[in-house]
C-alpha cells in the first residue's frame, strides 16, 4: 500500500511538474518557429537537375543594399544537346520570366531591385523539354 501510495504520489508531482514547464517550453517552441517562419529565402541552393538527370543548377541568392544578388552555376555533358535554366521572379508586382541556355559548364549571375520572390528550374535538350521541379530560391 505505501509503495502504491509514494509511486501514485510520485507521478502526481511529476504531472504538476510537466504542467508548469509546458507554457516556458511552448513559448520557446513558439518563438523559435516564429523565428523560423519570418526569416527570408536566400543563400545556397541546389543541385536542381532536369527530369532526366542530365543537367543541374546550383547557386546562391543574397540581399545587399536592397538589391537581390543571385549567382548560378549550370553544368551539363559537354557536346550533344543545350541545358536550359530558368529564372521566375515577383518584381514590384509584375512576374517575370528570363533564361539562359549553356553547353558544358557555365557561371551567370543577375540582380534586381524589388524582388519579393525568385523561383529556379533547369530543362535539357530544349527551352521547355525534360524540366525539373521548380524551387524557390528567394
Keep these: 500500500m505505501r509503495k502504491t501510495l509514494a509511486i501514485a504520489t510520485l507521478a502526481g508531482s511529476m504531472a504538476v511538474t510537466g504542467i508548469a514547464l509546458t507554457p516556458a517550453a511552448q513559448a520557446a517552441t513558439q518563438s523559435t518557429a516564429t523565428t523560423t517562419a519570418t ?3 536566400g543563400g545556397s541552393w541546389g543541385k536542381f537537375f532536369s527530369s532526366d538527370r542530365k543537367a543541374y543548377t546550383f547557386g546562391k541568392t543574397w540581399k545587399q543594399h536592397g538589391k537581390v544578388h543571385t549567382k548560378w552555376y549550370g553544368v551539363d555533358k ?47 535538350a530544349g527551352k521547355f523539354d525534360n524540366c525539373g521541379r521548380k524551387y524557390r530560391i528567394y
Design 39 to 41: 526569416a527570408s529565402y
Design 78 to 124: 559537354r557536346g550533344g544537346k543545350k541545358a536550359w535554366v530558368w529564372f521566375e521572379v515577383y518584381q514590384n508586382g509584375h512576374w517575370k520570366k528570363f533564361n539562359r541556355a549553356w553547353d558544358g559548364k557555365v557561371a551567370g549571375s543577375w540582380s534586381g531591385r524589388g524582388i519579393r520572390k525568385a523561383y529556379t528550374f533547369t530543362c535539357w
